[in-house]
C-alpha cells in the first residue's frame, strides 16, 4: 500500500505577529530568558543540568522566599504545579476548606474533590478577599486537613491579605495551602513567614517565562503527612515522593525533565536576583499606579479595592454601552495588544490587564492607556 500524502502540507516558516502581551498571561518573555531557552541541550542526568537544577531550586526559593528543600519547577505549566499541589497535601475522606471568591478557587475545589477530599466551599463576591473572622467561622464549621487560598486571583485582580491566617491554621492543626500564579515575581511573598505550607505557581506571568513549567513548593509538614499516607498518591507523574528523588540528592530518574525550558527559568530566576525582590516588587506597583491613575483621568473603574488591588493584575469595568469584546478584537488587530475580558461572574463586566514581570514597564502603560482612549473614543 502506497504512503498517503493527505497530510502532508508545505507550511511556510513560522513568524509570529509581535504582540505586547498585556492581558491576565501568558506575558512576554524577557528577550534574555528567549537567549537560554535556544542554548544547546545536555541530558537530563548530565552534570551540566544537575548544577542547573540545584540553581534553579535555590533561586526559586529565594522569589518565594522559603527555605523549603521541596522546591522544584513541575514538568508542565502552572495548572500542573496546582494539581501537584493539592495531590500530594490532600487524602481521601479529608476535609478541605478553598476560599472560592474567583475562578481559581472553584478549580481547586474541583481537583480536590476528583481526589476524593470532602470540600467545603468559603464564599465570597468576586474581586474582594476573606476575613480572619470569616476564615475562623468556616474552619469552625468543617474542622478542615487543608485551607486553600488563592493569593493573586488571576480572573479578580484581587490580593487575598494572609497575616493571622497561619495561627488560625495551627489552631486547627490545618495545612495551608496558596495559589501564587499571578503573583510569584511581582508581588510581595514571604512563604516562610506568612507559614505557608504548599504554594504552587506558573512561568508565564511575572516570571517572564514561557509557560511550560510550574513551580512548586511543599514544606515540612506536607512532606511528613506526605511520608505517613497509607495509599499511594493517585498521580503517578506528579507524586512527589517520585519526582523529589529526582530533585533531590538521589538524582533517580523519573522522566525527562524539559531541559530548555529549565534553561528559560533559570535566566528568568536570575533577572529576579539580579533585580532584588523589593526592587521588583515596587517597580510593579509603581507601574500599577501609573495604569490606575491614567484609567482614572479617563473616567474608567477598577473592579477591586485599592486596598487588595494586585500591582500585576488590574480587571477593569466596561463602561455601559460599550462592547468588552469589541475594544479587545481592536486593540489586537490595530494595535498589536493583547488584552482580555474577564471569566466567569465578570464575563463581559471588565478587562484584565496584566503588568508582569518584563511587561510591567512605563512605556507599555503609556501605550496601553493612549490605545484604550482611542479605541473608546470611537
Given at each position: 500500500m502506497p504512503v498517503s500524502d493527505k497530510h502532508r502540507i508545505q507550511t511556510r516558516e513560522l513568524d509570529t505577529p509581535p504582540r505586547l502581551l498585556l492581558g491576565p498571561g501568558p506575558s512576554n518573555a524577557h528577550p534574555r530568558v528567549l537567549r537560554a531557552l535556544s542554548n544547546r541541550q545536555v541530558g537530563h542526568l548530565d552534570p551540566a543540568f544537575i548544577e542547573l537544577m540545584n540553581e534553579v531550586q535555590t533561586l526559586l526559593r529565594y522569589a518565594w522566599q522559603t527555605d523549603n528543600q521541596v522546591t522544584i519547577p513541575v514538568s508542565g505549566t502552572g495548572s500542573a504545579a496546582m494539581e501537584a499541589a493539592v495531590v500530594n497535601t490532600v487524602q481521601p475522606g479529608d476535609s478541605v476548606?478553598?476560599?472560592?471568591?474567583?475562578?481559581?478557587?472553584?478549580?481547586?475545589?474541583?481537583?480536590?474533590?476528583?481526589?476524593?477530599?470532602?470540600?467545603?466551599?468559603?464564599?465570597?463576591?468576586?474581586?474582594?478577599?476573606?476575613?480572619?473572622?470569616?476564615?475562623?467561622?468556616?474552619?469552625?464549621?468543617?474542622?478542615?486537613?487543608?485551607?486553600g487560598l488563592v493569593h493573586a486571583e488571576t480572573s479578580t485582580g484581587a490580593r487575598q491579605p494572609l497575616d493571622g491566617v497561619r495561627e488560625l491554621c495551627d489552631e486547627f492543626d490545618c495545612l495551608?495551602?496558596?495559589?501564587?500564579?499571578?503573583?510569584?515575581?511581582?508581588?510581595?511573598?514571604?512563604?516562610?513567614?506568612?507559614?505557608?505550607?504548599?504554594?504552587?505557581?506558573?512561568?508565564?506571568?511575572?516570571?517572564?517565562?514561557?509557560?511550560?513549567?510550574g513551580p512548586l513548593t511543599l514544606g515540612s509538614r506536607v512532606i511528613e503527612r506526605l511520608n505517613q499516607r497509607t495509599t499511594k498518591v493517585p498521580n503517578w507523574y506528579l507524586d512527589m515522593s517520585l519526582v523529589g528523588k529526582y530533585w533531590g540528592s538521589e538524582r533517580t530518574y523519573h522522566h525527562t525533565a524539559p531541559i530548555n525550558m529549565n534553561y528559560a527559568l533559570r535566566e528568568a530566576l536570575r533577572l529576579i536576583a539580579e533585580e532584588g525582590l523589593e526592587a521588583r516588587w515596587e517597580r510593579h506597583r509603581r507601574n500599577a499606579q501609573l495604569l490606575w491613575d491614567g484609567l482614572a483621568e479617563m473616567g474608567l473603574s477598577c473592579h477591586v479595592d485599592a486596598s487588595i488591588r494586585l500591582p500585576s493584575l488590574t480587571t477593569v469595568r466596561v463602561p455601559d454601552g460599550v462592547d468588552p469584546g469589541a475594544v479587545s478584537r481592536t486593540l489586537l488587530s490595530e494595535y498589536n495588544i493583547e488584552i482580555a475580558g474577564g471569566l466567569g461572574e465578570l464575563a463581559g463586566k471588565v478587562w484584565r490587564v496584566g503588568l508582569m514581570g518584563f511587561n510591567s514597564r512605563p512605556e507599555n502603560v503609556t501605550l496601553l492607556l493612549a490605545a484604550l482612549k482611542d479605541v473608546l473614543n470611537r
Open positions: 476548606l478553598v476560599g472560592c471568591n474567583g475562578y481559581f478557587g472553584e478549580r481547586m475545589v474541583d481537583m480536590a474533590s476528583r481526589y476524593g477530599a470532602n470540600v467545603t466551599r468559603m464564599e465570597a463576591p468576586w474581586g474582594t478577599a476573606f476575613d480572619l473572622e470569616t476564615i475562623r467561622a468556616n474552619m469552625e464549621a468543617c474542622r478542615p486537613q487543608v485551607l495551608l495551602l496558596i495559589d501564587t500564579v499571578t503573583s510569584l515575581g511581582g508581588v510581595e511573598l514571604l512563604l516562610d513567614e506568612w507559614g505557608v505550607d504548599a504554594a504552587y505557581s506558573g512561568t508565564q506571568k511575572c516570571l517572564s517565562c514561557p509557560p511550560g513549567l
